[in-house]
């Protein structure tokens, strides 16, 4: 963050500074979590549902918040509020271009692969964890500084206009809609609602701004029409595309990655024949900025993993493969997990063990959405499939063969009693359910000499 004054923040944010400390100078980033406090920081107390941030501000070096604490304190009518206009103060204020992207599924993976392709073209700041909400954006605007080049920014949705207000916090000069899928269909009613939300980050654009759009989603494809800024689309049929898509046999991919005539190889890290979408949207969004493609598709090579528990592939010495993708989950992510769980049991001659949980946030779609993903797992010939926790038993009704555990420690007792060496293992849920705790076991009991894949 640029440095300034308890005065200079006051003054950006409309509040007032308490007990004479005006004088005390910001140095480091925002923070709302004390247990991740920054030297200089800006500690920013919010009041939850069932934690008041104002009772944790002893210690901090200064504090945005709503009533007076032991620390120096701006003193605002709303913390979140106040926290986004000294945001977009900041990120004014800077030299630096703004990319940001939306998705149903795909955006973290996308915005990973963003965040080390433009990393080799100079200093970016990229959203870290879930900070993509009204309270995270302004923390990675305020994670840059003065000598930061590139700020990639993660922007999830509520409802309707909550994309709108992001974009005013760190407007975009590049855009990206992933896809539009069922992620959050009970808290919008359709996809086409989802649409009209997401679009909204394209909207914000300037006119010479780029929006970059999925040619191979119709909902997204028809957002280029909400713009006045250059489109660049990625995906079959796009301006950014793959040919020659091939996979190992963990399920990495590898292809020629392509725009306007000019093709480049790439080899990923990851599995999933899913994360070649994703390493599209990031090209397409490094070619907006600028970058050549032959150095994006060498970025896109050497890209590891930067957010954990999204299709992390860890191998024991003893053979046993785990898959940690339980960070999130909805429909289409799940399917894409046990896709890539059955081509690596495929390749590898291997049982196929998928552990799943509960896919929250669905709406009534939730027993539907649970249903097709059992159904899924049936069609792609996943060999067991352990269900966890009666929210997720619809899985359990598509599948038919499923075993249904109570929750997680069942869970975590049947696959310790039943999963081999040799066995690969798929581990998925929404964040809330915590299954990572099954695969951090599992490795925990790693014989010595495993290796993990990033």
Avoid at 168 to 173: F, L, Q, R
Wanted: charged share 20%; glycine share 12%; net charge negative.
């Amino acid at each position: 963050m640029m440095a300034m004054t308890l005065r200079e923040i006051a003054d950006v944010v409309g509040g007032t500074v308490a007990d004479g400390a005006a004088e005390v100078v910001v140095t480091g980033p925002a923070y709302v979590d004390t247990r991740a406090a920054v030297d200089g920081g800006l500690f920013v107390a919010v009041v939850g549902e069932r934690v008041d941030g104002h009772d944790y501000a002893e210690g901090a070096h200064a504090v945005l918040g709503s009533r007076p604490t032991t620390a120096p304190t701006v003193v605002v009518a709303d913390p979140v509020v106040a926290l986004g206009r000294l945001a977009r103060h900041v990120v004014d204020r800077l030299d630096l271009t703004v990319l940001a992207l939306t998705g149903s599924q795909g955006k973290t993976g996308t915005k990973d692969y963003l965040a080390q392709v433009l990393a080799a073209a100079g200093p970016t700041v990229a959203t870290a964890g879930n900070h993509n909400n009204e309270i995270g954006v302004p923390l990675t605007v305020l994670a840059a500084d003065a000598s930061t080049r590139h700020l990639v920014v993660e922007m999830g949705a509520r409802g309707v206009g909550h994309i709108a207000y992001l974009c005013e916090i760190a407007p975009p000069h590049v855009a990206a809609v992933i896809n539009v899928g069922t992620a959050h269909i009970g808290e919008f009613g359709s996809r086409e609602a989802i649409a009209q939300a997401k679009g909204e980050i394209v909207e914000a654009l300037p006119a010479d701004g780029t929006a970059v759009l999925n040619a191979a989603d119709p909902l997204v494809a028809a957002m280029a029409p909400r713009t006045n800024a250059r489109v660049l689309t990625f995906s079959a049929g796009g301006d950014v595309a793959a040919r020659a898509v091939e996979v190992d046999d963990l399920d990495r991919p590898s292809f020629e990655l392509g725009h306007a005539g000019e093709w480049h190889p790439v080899a990923l890290r990851h599995s999933g024949a899913h994360q070649v979408e994703n390493a599209l949207a990031a090209a397409a969004m490094a070619i907006a900025v600028g970058m050549p493609l032959a150095e994006i598709a060498t970025a896109l090579s050497a890209a590891g993993g930067s957010s954990p528990h999204r299709m992390a592939l860890h191998e024991r010495a003893d053979g046993l493969v785990v898959i940690d993708d339980s960070y999130n989950a909805n429909p289409a992510s799940t399917t894409a997990a046990l896709e890539a769980l059955a081509v690596i049991g495929r390749r590898r001659g291997r049982r196929t063990v998928a552990v799943l949980g509960e896919m929250r946030e669905l709406g009534e779609s939730a027993h539907a959405g649970h249903v097709e993903v059992g159904e899924a797992a049936t069609r792609l010939g996943i060999d067991v499939v352990v269900v966890v926790g009666e929210a997720a038993s619809g899985i359990a009704d598509g599948h038919g063969e499923a075993i249904l555990t109570a929750g997680r420690d069942e869970a975590l007792a049947w696959v310790r009693e039943n999963v081999a060496a040799g066995d690969v293992v798929l581990v998925k849920a929404s964040n809330g359910v915590a299954l990572w705790v099954i695969a951090e076991q599992l490795l925990a009991q790693e014989p010595e000499g495993g290796t993990s894949t990033p």
